[in-house]
């Protein structure tokens, strides 16, 4: 199975067909997908010009896309390698047991639904890149009551969402399933109040 690297190298061998330097780009996706798949493709699409269902895409336009997406995995894979360093200090310290923290890096390994998008077409508009380091930033600061990527404080706790976590704080701005560890305790609650009252409402 190909890895991210080689198959940036195909998006970008201009010698490679479009149709599979395009292909290549959505395996990508399968190695790294900070919205998830389907809305990060979404994002990349729209960013970048190109129609999602075009087999035949303008290649500056994917290789402008690949480099959006090379940046952000830049982001993550040094935000992954401080992580483990900060988690071998703990162990060596006698801290052995897995914080709040690390609940979320577990299930956000590789980078992949970091920050999940779970409407395909409700995402952040801002370079990938940009919005992984709003995100890590918030991770070292005291939890708050806004989105640490769109700083909108209507976030609503849903109960439906796609994949792991099957429900938390969703950010009705940027569209993102927020992190629990960057809002307080106060922002959680409300959060789930007003996933109440929108039960409610459609109830």
């Not at 709040?100 to 956000?108: P, T």
């Not at 989105?147 to 701005?173: F, K, M, N, S, Y």
């Not at 399933?177 to 007003?194: F, H, I, K, Y």
Request: one cysteine or more; glycine letters at 8%; aromatic letters at 6%.
């Amino acid at each position: 199975m190909a890895g991210f690297r080689s198959l940036a190298r195909q998006v970008r061998d201009a010698r490679c067909d479009l149709a599979l330097r395009r292909y290549s780009l959505r395996k990508c996706l399968e190695r790294f997908a900070p919205y998830g798949h389907r809305a990060t493709w979404d994002h990349l699409c729209a960013r970048h010009g190109i129609e999602p269902e075009d087999r035949d895409p303008d290649p500056v336009r994917l290789v402008a896309a690949l480099d959006e997406l090379e940046d952000a995995r830049a982001v993550w894979l040094a935000y992954e390698e401080d992580f483990a360093d900060r988690r071998k200090r703990e162990k060596h310290e006698g801290l052995r047991r897995p914080g709040h923290l690390d609940d979320w890096h577990r299930r956000s390994r590789g980078g992949n639904g970091v920050a999940r998008c779970d409407t395909p077409h409700a995402h952040p508009a801002e370079p990938l890149g940009e919005v992984l380091r709003r995100l890590i930033g918030a991770l070292d600061e005291e939890p708050g009551a806004a989105c640490p990527v769109c700083r909108g404080t209507h976030i609503v706790w849903r109960h439906d969402l796609d994949g792991e976590p099957w429900a938390g704080p969703v950010c009705d701005g940027c569209g993102i399933v927020v992190p629990e560890p960057v809002l307080s305790a106060d922002a959680v609650t409300a959060a789930r109040r007003a996933g109440r009252h929108a039960l409610a409402s459609v109830a």
